[in-house]
């Protein structure tokens, strides 16, 4: 959770689960931004739908019961409501549909990449190279991320979530996420990135990420890999441009 001053009122990010938490994480990528607005719009629909069926229901359940009515009429079909009931649902399935498909079109959509990394996930940790900055085998960007257990986690660390080396990037700039497992299948999501690719075994699966702010984002392998499924966590911290090059610079040398 980041803390915030936008004209002088502190706010508080969601970058991570919380207990009894219902509602989504807070968007820091374009892409989580759209999934959020879309599953408010169908919400919308989902509102009205509930009330007319409940209306329809409840009136059905008064004007039809056998004390006020104890001969029954028979109603072979009504033209107009037919009519009303196909009508009403394929409009509403298409202002579901138009959204949908411009966000999943979106969402697959690479755009012309600043960095490049590469995800790996073995059971039951995270190996990430910066092939971008491998100049040679001697020379290479690339480290393992394990979770660090409870008995070692320092104060303020989150339980089973926090790992020893953290993915670093920089925000507001354009990447690509590689995915890939080197045994079973996983799954790389980190919900306040709107992210969730699965990692297939020979094969290479990718993704765009734009952060919009600078923070600490938590997510986990969210495909059933064995054992220690629930304890391999992933960590993003979006940092500064100049921050992330120090960064760099420390791990080549």
């Known amino acids: 959770m980041i803390l915030k001053n936008i004209w002088l009122f502190p706010i508080a990010y969601c970058d991570a689960a919380e207990p009894w938490q219902l509602g989504f994480q807070d968007a820091a990528t374009p892409m989580m931004q759209g999934i959020i607005d879309l599953h408010h719009d169908i919400f919308f629909f989902l509102i009205i739908i509930l009330i007319s069926v409940l209306w329809m229901l409840v009136r059905a359940l008064w004007h039809f019961h056998y004390k006020r009515n104890p001969i029954p009429e028979r109603i072979v079909h009504g033209t ?3 009519i009303i009931w196909t009508i009403f649902p394929s409009i509403i399935s298409m202002f579901i549909a138009i959204p949908s498909f411009a966000l999943l079109y979106s969402m697959d959509e690479v755009v012309d990449p600043t960095i490049t990394i590469k995800a790996i996930g073995h059971q039951w940790y995270w190996t990430y190279e910066y092939s971008d900055y491998n100049s040679s085998d001697e020379q290479s960007l690339t480290f393992d991320s394990y ?3 409870e008995d070692d986690s320092e104060l303020g660390q989150l339980r089973l979530l926090e790992v020893d080396n953290r993915v670093v990037i920089p925000a507001r700039t354009h990447l690509r996420m590689i995915i890939t497992p080197a045994d079973v299948l996983h799954s790389w999501a980190v919900p306040s990135l709107g992210v969730k690719c699965d990692a297939v075994p020979g094969r290479l699966n990718q993704t765009s990420i734009f952060i919009k702010r ?3 984002y938590y997510g986990q392998c ?5 054992t220690n499924h629930a304890f391999m966590p992933i960590v993003v911290e979006a940092v500064s441009l100049d921050d ?3 960064w760099v610079s420390n791990k080549l040398d």
């Open 80 to 82: 107009t409501i037919e």
């Open 147 to 149: 979770m660090i257990p």
């Open 214 to 216: 600078e923070g600490v």
């Open 222 to 226: 969210s495909e059933i890999c064995g």
């Open 244 to 246: 992330y090059v120090s």
